[in-house]
């Protein structure tokens, strides 16, 4: 038996004194001891309710930062730099009017939809499952003292916010170059209200809401909410708008790659916010969330770089950094739930697979994905979402679940095909209204042109 620490003994010691002072001492010196009891006990008291905690706040103000400058300026540069110079403004005009547009519609209902849980029908019908109420309608009943959690509600409002702001903002690459500047707002505004907070709400609306509390499927940080969303109204969009003119005969190379590469970078870094904020700590959960990350995008990456070389007998700049965004896609729902072998193996397969998507699968079906959003995004997201009801798994390095890997991967699928087809019929209907009223695409000749002069009257370089 190990002799316990001299420390402790000591602490045991004086941890003795009150006892013996209640069965022989003076009865001021008992109440002298028990009010120092009282004091002590405090502390313990007020942890039993949540408090805000200055670590946990602080990380979340950063992460916020850091998932806002994933947009701004980060996707805004990686789009920028894949289109044409004739476009280049037109794709981060959209990136940033979307950031303003959403930031309102988030504080008027969107937050309130994906995280209210005052609902507006009988609770005795689980009713929260699919939507929240409208109990914070233009923040009703926030204030600087509101907590969610250890945190203050303002943050965790502004963190969600991002989330909500870079979802429709990857939608635009599968449309780039072709769709009218206001019906895209249109689109998007509408689209978050009735498909993004919707599916927000079933992933992470709390008790009973359905992905997470009823189906026990694992999205930590947004494989459902934001990749597999995104990915399936891209593809949707990208049918319906139509082919680009001239694709894919006539060469649309990006016309500048440095943009792309530094936009990518910056959405690297900006990640860690993503996901190793969604711990909404600043803690151990965080950690494996970061390190599991790093792992798997740098794995994408070099997977993607190596498949190019092999087959076109050169590995491109263009490629291993989409390799990088897939990576960072498909950690996305497992960021929380893997250990390091699963961040390694999801890099891999999401490498290759996306890829495929991106290369084979497009060109196929025939489809004018401009910039890849559902071949990256909502294949990487699926490949994600369905490897962490694997890898969550404790013998494979994992943070555990509660059912067996089978039953897991029932629930991960149904996750996704609840998100495939809310994201992808709500998103035709939204379109095809859009379409009937103002029309989705560009004139010909505006198409011709280039976006930048047609729409909003500038250049994005003087020549």
Known sequence: MHQQPQNVRTVQKHAAKPMRLLRHGKPRTILGMLLVLMLLALPQLALAEDTLNSGDTAWLLTSTALVLFMTIPG??????GLVRSKNVLSVLMQCFALT?????IWIVIGYSIAFDTTGMVSKTTNPHSFFGGLGKFFLNGVNADSLSGTIPETVFICFQLTFAIITPALIAGAFAERMKFSAMLWFMGVWSIIVYAPICHMAWGGDGSYFGDILGA??????TVVHVNAGVAALVAALMVGKRLGYPETP????????????????????FGFNAGSALAADGAAGMAMLVTQISTGTAAVAWMFIEWIRYGKPSVLGIVTGAVAGLVAITPASGSVGPLGGLVIGIASGLICFWGATSLKQSLGYDDSLDAFGVHGIGGIVGCLLTGIFA????GGMGMDKGIGSQLISQF??????????????????????????????????????????HNERGYNL
């Open 75 to 80: 996707l805004a540069l990686f789009y920028g």
């Open 100 to 104: 303003g547009l959403i930031t309102i």
């Open 218 to 223: 694992l999205d930590f940080a947004g494989g």
């Open 252 to 271: 649309m190379a990006p016309h500048n790659l440095t943009l792309t590469v530094i936009g990518a970078s910056m959405l690297w870094v900006g990640w």
């Open 393 to 396: 798994a404790e013998g494979l």
């Open 414 to 455: 149904a996750s996704l095909i609840v998100t495939i087809l809310w994201s992808g019929i709500l998103s035709y209907i939204i379109l095809k209204v859009v379409d009937k009223t103002i029309g989705l695409r560009v004139r010909y000749n505006d198409e011709q042109e280039g976006l930048d002069l047609a729409l």
